[in-house]
């Protein structure tokens, strides 16, 4: 109940939307007569004019036909894509303090049809607070002071799995995901009903596709690295400002310079709708003179994995390899961790010579992340117990901070091996009482080599500042060879080896290096 009977009642409603669509191809493949059977072998009649069967009593028999390799490969094609789901989901609720009137039954009240059946059934209207004040179902005493909120979460995500070979497949996947909440103290101030202290604040992530700079290196100027991308970045900031200004309608008359500035008036080089509106563009390798600008990105980009374990298969391998999987995977994300409505904007601003425009949102900073997780990766086992892993590494972290100017950028590479050999009963290569050592039980060896390369820069705008401030090459080396004497003793031998090489004058290089024999007794 409120502090006083003058401040209404608290009413709250939500709506829940959650659509999903999946689409199994393979089950509309199996309706296909020709799709469902164009991999089976078949049995033919044989021919009895055939002179390749001299006997009388093979012909009229059948065999077995294997499917033709061309049909095969085009069915591949035709029913590649297996399956495929899209997900929408959006939940918003609003709660709205000062109703004047008392709930009857589901917080309506029937005599007045206040607040509305739609309201009761999680209707959402940004409207409703001023329709019901107009309605005089809000009480309009000056003291209220808890707040209006209306907050929206909505999420967008899909995925495709596509094998163009068996074996080989392929799952594509994209999201993006947004939160929004709006609050103000919502009142009768004496003459007009009015938000006070309207904030509106959120976060946005969607998936991007950053390929195409990826793998462009920084440059070497003794202690400043450039980067090619950054540069780019930082030359694209005229034709942004051209592109933001034609959309703007506080600017009239065309495109209008700015003689203090060299820019578009109302947007200079330093603007942080500037900054931040060819970031994503930019860093993804797009045109920013056609592509789209702006915070808020729409289009989500496809990210991917791919899996391959169809090489045991082959004849010859088969007779070494029990399983062999390649792998690669690929994500990215741009994302906008916190924005907040600037207060000060005024959508019927004009613009004046040697001042920005107000921002409709105040931006802390905006994220591109990406990696892959692997580039590369090979998982084998050989028929003789022998396993062999591969992976190398990429990541990337982008954080642009448009109020201090600079960018951090981190960067990984990384290396890892791991290698191993089971085997129950194991001959060794030396000899005791003129017989070669046996040993029974268990014996298991590994091997681990990990090398892994950091770096963090910070890039400076329009200072020329790209240094180096954290950064490490880490390499690390771990065999080990264990036997299982029997069921309660283990009889361990490690030997673990690291290197650590800086990259900055502040830190030291290291490496460690520790070896030890464990035994381990269980007790049962």
Known sequence: PPAFASLGNTIQN???????????????????????????????????????????????????????????MVGDLITMVKNANVNFTRKETTELP???????????????????????????????????????????????????????????????????????????????????????IFKFDGNQWLDQGLTETGTYTISGLFLNTH???????????????????????????????????RVSGGLVIDPATGYPVGYSKSSQDVILGGFYAAYS??????????LFPTLPMPNWSINYNGLSRIPGLSDIFSNVNIKHSYKGT???????????????????????????YQVADVTITEGFSPLFGMNITTKNNWTLGI?????????????????????????VMNAGYRVTGLTLPVRRKGRKVYLPNDFRFDLAVTISDNTTVIRKIDVNVNRYTAGM?????????????????????????????????????????????ELRYTFN
């Not at 290196?217 to 900031?237: C, G």
């Open 391 to 415: 992976e190398y590494k990429r990541m990337r972290v982008l954080k642009l901070f448009a109020a201090s100017f600079n960018l951090t950028e981190m960067r990984q590479n990384e290396f």
């Open 334 to 360: 741009y994302t906008v961790g916190n924005y907040q409505r600037n207060l000060q904007y005024d959508i019927s601003a004009i613009a004046t010579l040697g001042s920005d425009l107000i921002p409709k």
């Open 98 to 184: 000062g109703f004047a009137h008392r709930p009857d039954y589901f917080g309506y009240n029937f005599y007045r049809t206040e607040p509305g059946i739609g309201f009761v059934f999680g209707l959402q209207d940004p409207n409703m607070r001023f329709n019901m004040a107009n309605n005089g179902s809000l009480m309009s005493d000056e003291r209220q002071a808890n707040f209006y909120k209306n907050n929206i979460t909505q999420n967008i995500s899909g995925n495709i799995t596509v094998e163009p070979l068996k074996d080989f497949r392929i799952r594509i996947n994209f999201q993006r995901n947004e939160t929004r909440g709006t609050q103000s």
């Open 285 to 294: 390798g797009q045109d920013v003179g056609r592509s789209e600008i702006g």
């Open 14 to 72: 939500s709506q829940d939307i959650n659509v999903t669509g999946q689409f199994n191809l393979s089950l509309l493949y199996m309706k296909i007569p020709w799709l469902k059977d164009y991999r089976k072998s078949k049995r033919v009649k044989i021919n009895p004019d055939d002179e390749n069967y001299e006997s009388a009593l093979d012909r009229g028999k059948t065999e077995l036909k294997k499917p033709n390799p061309l049909a095969v």
């Open 215 to 249: 793998f462009v290196k920084d440059l070497d100027q003794n202690e400043n690295h450039p980067n090619p991308v950054f540069d780019n970045f930082l030359a694209n900031r005229y034709t942004v400002a051209t592109r933001l200004q034609q959309q703007d309608p």
């Open 473 to 517: 090459l880490n390499i690390r080396i771990n065999p080990s060879v264990t036997y299982q004497v029997n069921q309660k003793i283990n009889l361990a031998l490690r030997y673990n080896r690291t290197i650590m090489d800086p990259k900055i004058a502040t830190q030291f290089y290291t490496s460690l290096t520790d070896m030890g024999i």
